[in-house]
């Protein structure tokens, strides 16, 4: 290789690093900013390292409903997509049926339809059958957003699983169930979870469709997007932080798990 | 039994997306022919009107969003082909550990990350504050309610979505390929340019797909950055809805913002020379 080539090299690699920087600065800013002993009202300037927002981390009482509103909806939203989406994985990956292209069609418009305008459908579908907005309305929205991502990460496990064993299972004479249970189900798990974290993912981020069919539930980004004007108190960068340091984690742990299944 | 059970499994997600999905549209659809408001009620008058109406108040905002989504992706193409690029052809053993690092953003949620920004570019804040203190900038120097603020918001928030796919692309691409290039005497540019970056287009294709549309659809970067001069359709949207209780303008906004998004998209495949642009975007 020519000089020339490594030069070239060495400064992508540099490139890359800088916009890796680039994408976690916010990040960096959020956990340290969660530190600062702050005076003022607002928290843009460095004032001293304190740990007192983590002691009163839920001392402002209607953050804290929002956080636990939106790990609420967020679980429950999780396990109505996960159960229903499974199942439409499963038909779609193992079976041939009527209505199959019209089903693979609705999957890839929920995935790609702007969130602003399903939020804003969904919202015109309530105003006009005179459906009251709350969580309700929330879970709904989610598992809807959700649901094609567990789909699709079901499916794309199911068509890589060979039929004859479930076949073998029912010949040693498994029921129905049984061989769900025992052998179609552990197999595409891996699938399964990842569809699961995803739509968990998905919904304790979402602020655009909730915005829409909230009514007066508050959700955490709701709440911190109402509170930019006066000031974002340094409770939301802790638990920011916390949200943040335990989905890394699990990350990291799955990847290892992944890596010892080899 | 055997031959209802795909109907069975199918069932619940087909009422879902029935219900939550194809009727809502037919709703908005129908909303945004009514007239009416909020107190005494909205009633079907088959108002065309309320298209022309709506675009013609809005349409600067509207065109200021594909613009802004447009920028954002071109942006998002630039800064990102090279990072896909070198982790695809150089990442080695640890590709994976880069492409978590460029995911790492995901683990905070879009709002906090774009606030986070707003914290980092504010005007008297940790960057600029601390550089006017020094005198390096003017004290009325500021990047927060400007485009630039906006549009690189919005390169910052989507830009993995642009990395993934492209990455997904050149990793597919056999290294022996662009070799046998170079041994037919090929220059490194000519073998990039004729075989590397057409093999990729497939990916480029995808992730600008991926970028364009919700970028230009987005309310957050403009109502956290933007300031008042830089209102986009979505933050109209929102507030026609919200605020303003106006519905039908909405409505007809959203499905014009949703066509011309789709023109949009069915004109770039043309261009592309892709005919099918599901299954391109499925890959």
Excluded: C
Excluded at chain 2, 226 to 237: D, H, K, R, Y
């Amino acid at each position: 290789m020519s000089r020339t080539t490594r030069l070239g090299d060495r400064l992508l690699h540099l490139y890359t690093w800088l916009v890796i920087i680039w994408l976690s600065s916010p990040i960096a800013v959020m956990i340290l900013f969660g530190f600062n002993d702050k005076q003022s009202k607002s928290n843009t300037t460095w004032q001293g390292f304190t740990l007192r927002w983590y002691a009163e981390l839920f001392d402002i009482s209607d953050l804290t409903v929002a956080l636990r509103n939106t790990l609420v909806i967020a679980l429950v939203s999780t396990v109505v997509t996960v159960v229903i989406g499974t199942m439409l994985g499963l038909a779609l990956g193992r079976h041939r049926f009527r209505g199959k292209g019209v089903t693979n069609f609705l999957v890839f418009a929920a995935i790609s339809t702007p969130e602003l305008v399903m939020g804003a459908s969904l919202l015109s579908l309530f105003v006009s059958g005179n459906v009251p907005r709350d969580s309700s309305t929330i879970i709904v929205s989610h598992v809807l957003f959700s649901l094609s991502f567990v789909v699709v990460t079901v499916r794309a496990r199911v068509v890589t699983l060979d039929p004859a064993l479930e076949e073998a299972a029912r010949d040693l004479g498994a029921t129905a169930w049984g061989t769900f249970r025992q052998v179609t189900l552990p197999s595409i798990m891996p699938g399964v979870l990842a569809g699961a974290m995803l739509s968990f993912a998905l919904s304790i981020d979402d602020y655009v469709v909730t915005s829409f069919v909230n009514g007066s539930t508050v959700t955490f980004p709701l709440w911190i997007v109402g509170a930019v004007k006066t000031g974002i108190p340094p409770q939301v960068n802790v638990m920011g932080t916390l949200i943040f340091g335990i989905g890394v984690l699990i990350a990291i742990a799955n990847a290892v798990a992944a890596r010892r299944r080899g | 039994m055997r031959r209802l059970t795909p109907y069975l499994l199918a069932l619940p997600s087909w009422m879902w997306l029935a219900i939550f999905l194809v009727v809502p549209m037919v709703a908005m659809a129908s909303v945004s022919l009514q007239t009416g408001n909020a107190i005494d009620g909205f009633a079907m008058t088959f108002s065309f009107s309320n298209y022309g109406d709506a675009i013609g108040r809005y349409s600067p905002q509207l065109v200021r969003s594909l613009v802004y989504g447009g920028l954002a992706t071109v942006a998002m193409l630039v800064i990102g082909y090279p990072v896909a690029y070198w982790i695809a052809f150089k990442g080695g053993t640890r590709k994976s550990v880069y492409l978590f690092l460029l995911l790492l953003p995901f683990f905070v949620s879009f709002v906090l990350r774009t606030i986070s920004w707003n914290f980092l570019l504010s005007d008297n804040g940790i960057l600029f504050g601390t550089l006017k203190g020094w005198g390096l900038l003017p004290a009325d120097f500021h990047v927060l309610a400007t485009t630039f603020a906006v549009v690189g918001g919005l390169t910052y928030n989507f830009l993995p979505f642009m990395i993934l796919p492209i990455y997904v692309a050149l990793e597919r691409v056999d290294p022996r390929v662009v070799e046998a290039a170079q041994d037919l005497y090929a220059s490194r540019t000519a073998a990039f340019r004729r075989v590397v970056l057409p093999l990729s287009l497939p990916g480029v294709f995808a992730g600008v797909l991926m970028t364009f549309v919700p970028a230009t659809a987005d309310p957050i970067n403009a109502a956290i950055l933007g300031g008042t001069a830089n209102t986009m359709i979505g933050n109209i949207i929102q507030t026609e809805y919200l605020t303003n209780l106006d519905y039908p303008t909405a409505s007809a906004l959203s499905f014009t913002l949703m066509a011309v998004l789709l023109v949009g998209i069915f004109v770039y495949a043309r261009a592309l020379g892709t005919e099918n642009v599901l299954e391109a975007a499925a890959r």
